[in-house]
């Protein structure tokens, strides 16, 4: 009996090897057909149960998502100082507090006098991709405020440092002032703040990643 040796093993044919990426591709668009079907069932489920308004002024009772989607500083910090040692520019990140509680917290957008957020943030393994539910709620980063008449809410930024961070300034808003979307703060530099512009987002809870995506455009 003839010993069939490695050499003459049979081998995979050459087009073997150039659908692994193709297979891949299409793997990665079903799943993202998949997660998207599912969030627009769950957005056109709560539509089925609460009235969703995606645009306008804020409605009092209903809890909205808000997060900052951009925030500049001046380039000197409130001694009129670079912000760092050398030509580094700060590690920016920002706190939303409500009631005077901090109700969320980004996370640190480093060398930048302008910092931007897109709010949504899916943390997926490989192994997850045949198992896992991703739901909105998981996925939009972005504190969660029940806006009610006389409400406000109030932006901290801190330089982030090794040592100690820095305070950047706050700035506080009535929430009757924002509308659902965007939202521009444009701010002058005095002793107690150094952001230039603050950029927030608010979109209700129960609306889905689709939207988030429209309310970002």
């Known amino acids: 009996m003839t010993d069939i040796s490695d050499f003459d093993a049979p081998k995979p044919p050459a087009w073997f090897g ?9 793997l990665a668009a079903g799943f993202y057909w998949f997660l998207t079907a599912e969030n627009k069932k769950a957005g056109n489920e709560n539509n089925s149960i609460q009235d969703i308004k995606l645009s306008g002024s ?36 920002y706190r939303i507090l409500w009631k005077g509680n901090a109700v969320f917290e980004s996370i640190t957008k480093d060398n930048s006098l302008i910092a931007d957020w897109s709010g949504l943030s899916i943390e997926l393994n ?9 739901s909105s709620d998981d996925a939009i980063k972005a504190a969660r405020i029940r806006f009610e008449e006389g409400e406000k809410i109030e932006v901290t930024v801190e330089d982030v440092d090794v040592a ?29 703040s150094a952001i230039r512009k603050i950029t927030l987002r608010v979109l209700p809870v129960g609306s889905n990643v689709e939207d988030l995506a429209n309310i970002m455009k």
């Open 18 to 26: 150039a659908a692994i990426p193709l297979l891949l591709v299409l």
């Open 164 to 192: 100690s961070d820095d305070d950047m300034g706050r700035h506080e808003i009535e929430m009757a002032k924002l509308t659902i979307g965007k939202n521009e703060f444009k701010l002058k530099k005095n002793q107690t």
């Open 126 to 134: 490989w192994k997850d991709l045949l198992g896992k539910s991703v």
């Open 58 to 93: 804020l409605i009092a009772g209903q809890t909205y998502y808000i997060f900052a989607s951009e925030i500049e500083v001046y380039p000197t910090n409130l001694e009129n100082e670079s912000w760092d040692q050398g030509e580094k520019g700060p590690d920016i990140r």
